[in-house]
């Protein structure tokens, strides 16, 4: 299952709760990403530029679904940008894993990124101002709705939200999916 989202959705947290809570194996995007360059996501946007990163996310995608076995039991997070790239979304549909978006509101995105800067001191290269971050989220999100499921966060706690996921998915205890 991959879980997509524009930044701030929570598709890290929400991940790795699900995962705990399924017993199932979690893996974001981006980590794979900088293991395999060796430069963390903001090193890479400011040497190589976004062009450079979507070359590097793009090749860890394929490399990452290129592993996935049918039946898996993982849960993968994408950083907000790869399902809006048409080649990520072909080769997610190609591969037949299911996608699941995690929706909230531009505005609440903004404070829950605003806020993981400020207390976390999370870098994260295409926050930009409000302004920018709101157009980029309108040209995203008829990307994100093309998702095989779609949960609304808005004003929820990631417990609350996997919560939504198990149910809403059908996940029982066992994991079945
Ligand atoms: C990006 C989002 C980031 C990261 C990179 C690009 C984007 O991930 O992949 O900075 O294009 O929206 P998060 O969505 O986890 O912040």
């Not at 095989?148 to 939504?164: D, L, N, P, W, Y």
Request: proline content about 1%; hydrophobic content about 40%.
């Amino acid at each position: 299952m991959v879980l997509i989202g524009f930044m701030g959705a929570g598709k890290s947290s929400v991940g790795r709760a699900l995962g705990e809570r399924l017993g199932w194996a979690f893996e974001d995007l981006d980590d794979r990403i900088e293991r395999r360059e060796q430069r963390k996501v903001s090193e890479i946007f400011r040497d190589s530029g976004e062009s450079g990163f979507r070359l590097a996310e793009h090749a860890a995608l394929k490399e990452l679904l290129g592993e996935l076995k049918p039946g898996g039991e993982k849960i993968v997070a994408l950083g907000g940008g790869a399902f809006a790239q048409k080649n990520n979304a072909k080769l997610m549909q190609a591969s037949g894993v299911s996608t699941v978006y995690l929706d909230a509101d531009a505005a609440e995105l903004w404070r829950r990124c605003r806020k993981q800067a400020e207390q976390q001191g999370s870098e994260r290269p295409l926050l930009g101002s409000a302004e920018s971050f709101r157009k980029l989220y309108k040209q995203r999100r008829r990307h994100y709705m093309k998702a095989s499921f779609r949960q609304e966060t808005g004003g929820k706690t990631v417990a609350e939200i996997v919560a939504a996921l198990v149910s809403g998915l059908g996940l029982d205890r066992s994991g079945k999916f």
